[in-house]
């Protein structure tokens, strides 16, 4: 691998965020074996190299289609999985290595929020028993001091205190979610992954979720590392976007630049795959539609990942793998043709020939 | 005439609860070669009311009341046999998840060859090689060879096209398509639509399209019903139900949903829950949820005609309604916004 030296390089040059997160050169291959011996065949390149920051205080959404390693890094990172090598820092302390007994105290920094509110609640437990576990594996409250941080701890998230007394298969979906929240938020975490929390939701009641993350975030100096498939739902509630393809991060900007002015063919694509609620819009949209499907990343392709279904890609593509460079401040891409063209987008509503 | 109408249905379920209404006094009518879209959330009665039409309601199912015409003959009347005959041939259906609709055990090419066989009596040869042309119709690589691949050996996106091809295989003068797009990437899903559309074109069947997805309504629909509580509470053309919606759900799903073309501005959510078909409210079934409610909203609503076909079930609109205030909802949740100001202290670190 030869990719990610550029990105780091850039992130020491330019002035220092506070970055709450910094994740460098993080990879997640599982093994995949084959005979009564369990001989090792071959990995599933789930996380092939990736590098980023997260600042305190924002939401980075993680973008990427099934099987782009997005909950795999988001696993990674909280140490639910162990990386296969690189770095994950956490307000400057390494995690990546770290002995459980080290890791304890870290754990309530962190927190994760899952998608499926109807598999994430253990259904033999009350709503008050599953916020308060928390509060006492980590010996934050006990006794009456647990029972009123529950009664407050579902007020936050906008339930009644007697909903304590309820199991999770009384709840709708979204009253599921807040549970799933407020129990994230038992510990008094500063950062928190969530990974696709409103996938699962109906339409009208992902706008109260997304709306109760944003309030709880202002409130409490929340940082978000916002996992979803739903570019429409992560650019409303991120300040800055990567995008996952393959196992690696193809783009990285901030929220209006990533959507205003996207480098790479293959988020212009993924923008121009998600369709606007508004007929007239539709009528005079000019499409990117990709053909192929998404490689596996068992055998990811060489070269750039996204050269098999990129309409604009080249020689240089299938052999090397194009680095990760920034292009504006904080906007980093990773292709060739970016890259010989000075930083500027290809437009791909334009015939690919027109193009070269 | 209207290739399929269907008027006042009412499909009810047994459960261990009681007996639940999941469509109830359901009417609406599709035109040759039409594309509507059927749009509503979990629970709403929109894939109940696909199944009614093909007559796949579960064991603990009937269909109670109503008629479902197709060419004018009323398809609650066929025997089974009569159904199976139509089923496939004349309304085919297209399934959300193209994993579990596909047998695993049977090559692709058996599965398509099959329903030509049956319904348009060709033999073997000529039921295969019209499977190979259906392939490459919805663009599948190498047809001849992914013929006799099974299932399992295609990608989700591909599975679907096969599900497509199998559907239009009979020429089919309508094909519901129930959440086609929901189990597939964005990528693959904006290929699905595109070759959807461009089939309708070329083959001319009327699609109903069962959705929860405003986005793909608005890409791909003519006329949109807007489902709520196991009846339409909207009906329009696309433009008219995305430009001026009339009914309080149809605004709140359009002001709830964020936008690919707007930057983050505070999304306004349909506060509340999904109405329970057990206990539904002895009016409007939205009425709970919604910011306009009036005393007048527990009386049945009728509906309102707006012209150009746009309707919507909603006392807003309704001479009785005059002078009276709207009240505040029942039982609604406390507001997230609200809850914050009283959040606990944080501890200190």
Redesign the interface.
């Not at chain 1, 109906?202 to 109260?208: G, K, N, R």
């Not at chain 1, 694509?269 to 539709?282: G, H, T, W, Y």
């Given at each position: 691998m030869t990719a990610p030296s550029a990105g780091a390089a850039a992130a020491a040059t330019v002035a220092p965020h506070d970055d709450l997160v910094i994740v460098r050169d993080l990879y997640k291959y599982f093994p995949i074996t084959a005979g009564i011996l369990q001989r090792h065949v071959a990995d599933v390149r789930a996380v092939d190299g990736i590098d980023f920051e997260i600042r305190r205080g924002e939401t980075l959404g993680l973008v990427g289609?099934?099987g782009s390693g997005k909950t795999t890094a988001g696993r990674v990172i909280l140490r639910l999985t162990e990386a296969t090598k690189g770095s994950v820092q956490f307000e400057g302390r390494e995690l990546v290595g770290l002995s459980r007994n080290d890791l304890r105290p870290l754990r309530k920094e962190m927190q994760i929020i899952f998608q499926d509110p109807y598999a994430s609640l253990n259904p033999r437990m009350t709503v008050g028993s599953i916020v308060r576990e928390p509060l006492e594996i980590h010996g934050?409250a006990h006794g009456k001091e647990a029972d009123v941080?529950v009664q407050?701890?579902l007020?936050?998230?906008?339930?009644?205190p007697h909903h304590a007394n309820r199991y999770p298969h009384e709840f709708?979906?979204?009253?599921r979610q807040r549970v799933g929240v407020a129990r994230a938020l038992a510990v008094?975490p500063k950062f928190i992954v969530a990974d696709e929390p409103v996938s699962a939701l109906?339409?009208?009641?992902?706008?109260?979720v997304?709306?109760?993350l944003?309030?709880?975030q202002?409130?409490?100096?929340l940082t978000y590392l916002f996992i979803a498939?739903?570019?429409?739902?992560v650019?409303?509630?991120s300040n800055r976007v990567a995008v996952m393809y393959v196992g690696k991060i193809v783009e990285i900007a901030d929220?209006?630049r990533l959507?205003d002015n996207p480098l790479h063919p293959y988020t212009q694509?993924?923008?121009?795959?998600?369709?606007?609620?508004?007929?007239?819009?539709?009528r005079r949209r000019k499409?990117v539609?990709?053909?192929g499907?998404?490689p596996s990343p068992v055998n990811p392709p060489p070269g750039c990942r996204f050269h098999t279904r990129c309409p604009i890609a080249f020689d240089r593509c299938k052999v090397e793998v194009p680095a990760f460079k920034e292009y504006e401040p904080g906007h980093r891409a990773a292709c060739h043709w970016v890259e010989e063209h000075g930083g500027t987008a290809p437009d791909l509503t334009v015939t690919p020939t027109a193009l070269a | 005439m209207a290739l399929l109408e269907v008027h006042d249905l009412r499909t009810t379920f047994k459960t261990e609860d009681g007996v639940v209404a999941a469509v109830n006094g359901l009417s609406f009518s599709v035109e040759p070669g039409s594309t509507l879209g059927i749009v509503g959330e979990s629970g709403s009665g929109k894939s109940v009311t696909s199944l009614s039409i093909m007559r796949l309601i579960a064991q603990n199912g009937t269909i109670e009341r109503g008629t479902i015409l197709f060419k004018g003959e009323n398809l609650l009347d066929k025997s089974e046999a009569e159904m199976r005959k139509i089923r496939g041939r004349d309304i085919a259906m297209i399934f959300q998840d193209p994993m579990t609709s596909l047998n695993p055990v049977l090559t692709i090419g058996e599965q398509i060859a099959e329903a030509t066989r049956l319904h348009l009596g060709l033999n073997k040869k000529e039921a295969l090689d019209k499977a190979v042309d259906m392939l490459r119709l919805v663009r599948i690589p190498i047809a001849e060879k992914r013929l006799r691949d099974y299932p399992h050996q295609f990608s989700g996106g591909m599975r679907q096209r096969v599900m497509i091809a199998m559907a239009l295989s009979c020429d089919p003068a309508v094909l519901i398509a129930d959440e086609p797009t929901t189990a597939l990437d964005v990528t693959i899903q904006a290929q699905i639509i595109e070759l959807m559309n461009e089939m309708q074109a070329r083959l001319g069947s009327a699609i109903v399209l069962i959705t929860h997805d405003l986005g793909v309504v608005a890409e791909t629909c003519e006329n949109v019903l807007v489902m709520y509580g196991g009846n339409m509470v909207e009906y329009g053309t696309a433009t008219e139900i995305f430009d001026s919606p009339k009914m309080p759900y149809t605004m709140g799903l359009l002001e709830s949903l964020p936008r690919l073309d707007q930057a983050g501005s505070r999304l306004i959510p349909i506060e509340g829950q999904p109405p329970n078909l057990l206990r539904m409210p002895p009016g409007c079934a939205f009425a709970p949820r919604c910011r306009y409610r009036m005393p007048i909203c527990d009386e049945p609503v009728p509906l309102y005609d707006f012209g150009n076909g746009h309707v919507a079930r909603c006392f807003l609109y309704d001479q009785r309604a005059e002078g009276q205030k709207p009240i505040e909802a029942e039982n609604r949740p406390v507001i997230a916004g609200s809850a914050v100001a009283q959040a606990p202290p944080r501890v200190a670190r």
């Open positions: 289609e099934s934050i941080r407050e701890l007020r936050l998230v906008g339930l009644q709708s979906g979204g009253q008094n109906d339409v009208s009641i992902q706008a109260q997304i709306n109760l944003q309030d709880l202002q409130q409490l100096g498939h739903d570019l429409s739902v650019r409303h509630i929220r209006d959507y694509a993924l923008l121009s795959a998600i369709p606007i609620p508004d007929p007239d819009i539709e499409r539609i990709l053909t499907d998404i | -």
